[in-house]
């Protein structure tokens, strides 16, 4: 079997947190922890053959234990930024933690990605692959309803990282779930990501105010520096965007199906990465609130050193009737699936 497991450390209530090493046929390999599912490490190959870490992240499991970045995290029950942490559902005003200023933000203070999940490993025809289960209980912060959910990373042959979310419910709850790696295709530790190319099929996005809320307003990216419609080097637009990139892009897929949601294009070492989802929504997020944050062999990560690409549905959701709803009745599964694929060209 291509998975190896080692020790990476415990938490505080003594739960052994273990290191998986996901390898494929091609030698590729992912690293993930049974702490919030976090993706550690993902190792590609470039133009030179060389393989190196593209993503952003810590050795040790107190550094994700302190983290406010998000490294790599599952990120739910619901991903982004709900106003005031409050919302109503069937008649009945739920009050959820709030953890970034007046807002609630991915899931709480104690979210998914502050959680210990079960793992399970097992191989496919299509490479290796690992479960991650975790049961949200009733109440936990704020939510309503028990809510088992399951996360699924397979390493593909086709050099795919493919992640796959299923959860249910025993009460109407909102659930939003995204993964939230920082990529920097020429290597986590080599610099910031202006000069990745980058392409979006969005025609439009979720305008905010200066809490990063949506307004409820969707506006055109047409004429805005926000355009990302055809391909364009992060560099030559950020500048024009005050603070950097943090907006929920409306995708132009509107029919759940896996779709090509996004493509980025590292020049100097030639990696390539196409991002499918089912998701109506993805936040690109141009890492500008890292502040040297001290990462993985001694690397140290300032504003912009990496980017992430969030699918998921939009933010404020539960108080947005005229977005795609977020809430999951009983009845029902929630379900996603987003594939980052990989190549070099
Ligand atoms: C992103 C979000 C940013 C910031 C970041 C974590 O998903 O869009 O505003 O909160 O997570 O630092």
């Known amino acids: 079997m291509n998975i190896k497991e080692q020790t990476f450390g415990k938490t505080s209530d003594d739960k052994n947190i273990i290191l998986y090493t996901l390898t494929n046929a091609n030698g590729l390999t992912a690293k993930l922890i049974n702490y919030g599912a976090i993706l550690t490490t993902l190792e590609l190959p470039g133009r030179d053959g060389k393989f190196t870490d593209v993503t952003l992240g810590y050795d040790t499991l107190e550094d994700y234990i302190k983290d406010d970045c998000y490294f790599g995290a599952t990120v739910g029950r619901c991903a982004n930024r709900i106003a005031k942490g409050k919302f109503t559902l069937n008649g009945k005003e739920y009050c959820l933690a709030t953890n970034n200023g ?12 502050k959680v210990v999940w079960d793992a399970e490993v097992f191989e496919e025809k299509t490479g290796p692959a690992i479960k991650f289960t975790y ?19 397979w ?22 779930l995204t993964h939230h790696s920082y990529f920097n295709l020429a ?3 080599s610099g910031d990501v202006l000069s ?36 364009v080097r992060i560099a030559d637009h950020i500048n024009q965007v005050e603070g950097g990139f943090d ?3 409306v995708l132009n897929n509107k029919n759940s199906s896996l779709t ?83 190549s070099v060209k």
């Open 260 to 342: 090509l949601a996004a493509h980025v294009y590292e020049p100097t070492t030639g990696r390539d990465m196409e991002l499918y989802t089912t998701e109506p929504g993805v936040q690109f997020y141009s890492g500008n609130f890292l502040d040297g944050v001290k990462g993985k062999n001694g690397a140290v990560y300032k504003k912009h050193s990496g980017f992430c690409l969030e699918t998921q549905h939009f933010p404020d959701s539960p108080n947005k009737p005229q977005f795609p709803s977020v809430i999951l009745e009983p009845v029902k599964k929630y379900t996603q699936l987003t594939v980052y694929k990989f």
């Open 135 to 153: 049961l949200s209980k009733d109440n936990e912060e704020g939510y309503p309803g028990n809510l088992t959910v399951t996360v699924i990373y």
């Open 196 to 231: 990745h190319e980058l392409t979006i099929n969005a025609d439009s996005f979720t305008e905010t105010d200066e809490t990063l809320v949506p307004t409820g307003e969707i506006k055109s990216v047409k004429d805005t520096p926000l355009d990302f419609t055809t391909t």
């Open 155 to 176: 390493l593909t042959n086709d050099n795919e990282l493919k992640i796959s979310y299923q959860a249910e419910t025993d009460k109407s709850t909102p659930v939003n």
């Open 102 to 113: 007046p807002n609630h933000l991915h899931g709480g203070i104690k979210g998914f990605n």
């Open 247 to 249: 907006h929920n892009y």
């Open 187 to 189: 290597g986590h530790d």
